[in-house]
């Protein structure tokens, strides 16, 4: 059997039990003393915490997981503390990372909207929609104000993602991580991660943009790079398109990465500066360095596993 589904599902369960145990380090409160950076990065590693939690409450059947509930408690708890939520108004560069712990929260049925006024509040002083920043990210922006129903003036999906890296076809030769994570990040925010269709990526552009996704997954591949490979399969299901032979030999090299412990090493973790550390800082390293992919390929793993269930023949598309 070419893809073994079995070993799919308890990939995806063994990286949840991973997230779990460690959810305390997800906590951007412990270290209220520490500098700023240090909270804000602990706040972007709760927010895309709460992103798994999301896109499981979208996708699952039946009652949550354990560990998905001890996650959403560990949010709930987090946002219930006064000095996180008011953030929205007192630090804008926390506005993004914030409100998408509300849309969580909200989404996943947690709490009811009743924060919604303010932060329509602080949209409506034009500050956080006005600030400059990449068209990737504008369009991270209004997936989230528009997962969360908001009212805002940003432009449409259409005339966002004609300003992306992946709207004019690079060149894969030149691609930088940097150009890769702009790329696979447009088609999450475009597709709404794979729940809807758009018409701005059809016909021969959807062909390029297929090549250049299987392209890199070889690149990535050979690297050993597992955040963005995951990154670019979940592209695959964003797109509801998984290529043949090189979907089955990336998972199978994923498989193979996954620590024993559930965790999936990150592009910067390294076995030798592990071993010179204590045991108190071989855990944080460990989080830090490895979080960001376990979650990735996580949230991809279940994805295509619910996607793939039951069906696998039929919707592997060559």
């Keep these: 059997m070419p893809f073994q589904m079995q070993q799919l599902g308890l990939y995806y369960k063994r990286a949840f039990s991973w997230i779990d145990q460690h959810r305390d380090l997800f906590n951007p409160?412990?270290?209220e003393r520490e500098e700023n950076t240090a909270n804000l990065y602990q706040t972007k590693a709760l927010g895309e915490l709460g992103l798994l939690c999301l896109l499981y409450q979208r996708y699952s059947v039946g009652d949550r997981e354990s560990?998905?509930?001890r996650s959403l408690q560990l949010i709930h708890t987090i946002w219930q503390h006064a000095d996180y939520h008011e953030?929205?108004?007192r630090r804008p560069e926390y506005?993004?990372?914030?409100?998408?712990i509300y849309v969580v929260l909200q989404q996943c049925a947690v709490i009811d909207d009743t924060y919604k006024a303010v932060i329509q509040?602080?949209?409506?002083?034009?500050?956080?929609i006005a600030t400059e920043t990449t068209p990737m990210r504008l369009l991270d922006r209004r997936h989230m104000l528009d997962c969360g129903t908001f009212h805002h003036s940003l432009p449409s999906y259409q005339e966002l993602y004609k300003q992306t890296l992946l709207?004019?076809?690079?060149?894969a030769v030149y691609l930088t991580d940097t150009d890769v994570y702009a790329i696979t990040h447009t088609l999450f925010y475009i597709t709404d991660f794979g729940r809807s269709t758009t018409s701005v990526i059809a016909g021969d552009h959807l062909l390029a943009v297929h090549w250049l996704i299987e392209i890199l997954l070889g690149v990535y591949l050979r690297r050993r790079n597992w955040d963005l490979v995951g990154e670019l399969l979940l592209d695959c299901y964003c797109l509801h398109w998984y290529p043949d032979i090189i979907f089955t030999v990336a998972w199978e090299c994923l498989l193979e990465a996954q620590f024993p412990n559930g965790s999936i090493p990150g592009p910067r973790f390294s076995v030798e500066q592990l071993a010179q550390m204590q045991d108190s800082q071989q855990v944080r390293y460990c989080f830090e360095q490895n979080y960001h992919t376990t979650i990735v390929n996580a949230i991809t793993s279940f994805l295509i596993y619910q996607d793939l269930n039951g069906n696998t023949s039929e919707n592997l598309k060559r």
């Design 95 to 100: 506005f993004q990372l914030h409100t998408m």
């Design 87 to 89: 953030r929205i108004v």
């Design 29 to 31: 409160l412990q270290n």
């Design 121 to 128: 509040q602080v949209l409506d002083q034009n500050y956080v």
């Design 67 to 69: 560990e998905i509930e």
């Design 167 to 171: 709207a004019h076809e690079p060149p």
